[in-house]
Every structure is written in C-alpha cells, then in structure tokens.
C-alpha cells in the first residue's frame, strides 16, 4: 500500500512540473496554454511550435536549450520579432 501511495506521490508531482510553465500535455492530447510567460531571452529559444487549433487560446510554445517550454502571445511584438529570427536561422542552416 505504501508504494502505491508513493508511485501516486510521484505522478502527482511529475504532472506539476509540467504544467508549471502554463503548458498541458497529456497523452494523445493537444499542447494547450493556459498562461503566457514574460519575455525570453532569444539566446536561449532552440524552436517553437503552435498550438493546435482545438485549444481556447492560440499560442506558440517555445522551448529553450534546457528543453523547458513556454507559452507565449503570437501577437505581442517581441514574439513576432523572435519567430522572425528564429525561423531565419532555420533557413540559414
């Protein structure tokens, strides 16, 4: 019973972990946002993706180096400026 309890414990905090940063994923399920975060560094943005179209809020999802996620508003000027940026360097390569 104590292990069970504990396997709970731990699904319970791997779940919080990923939605820490406004992000849902669930299996089989689309990536939506709850929330935006404030401005990243474009340093430290490696790509970004969208959420899909079922979800309330639209959004881009851009993931760092460390491969954390953040929930992003595509209309704010400095995402716009780094999705420009972000997807030169993919043709450059």
Known sequence: ????TALLLLGLLCSLHKTSAGVIELDMAPYCCMKFSARIPLQQVVSLRPTASSCPRKALIFTTKKGKTFCVGPSEAWVQSHVTKIESRSTAA
């Open 1 to 4: 019973m104590k292990t069970l």
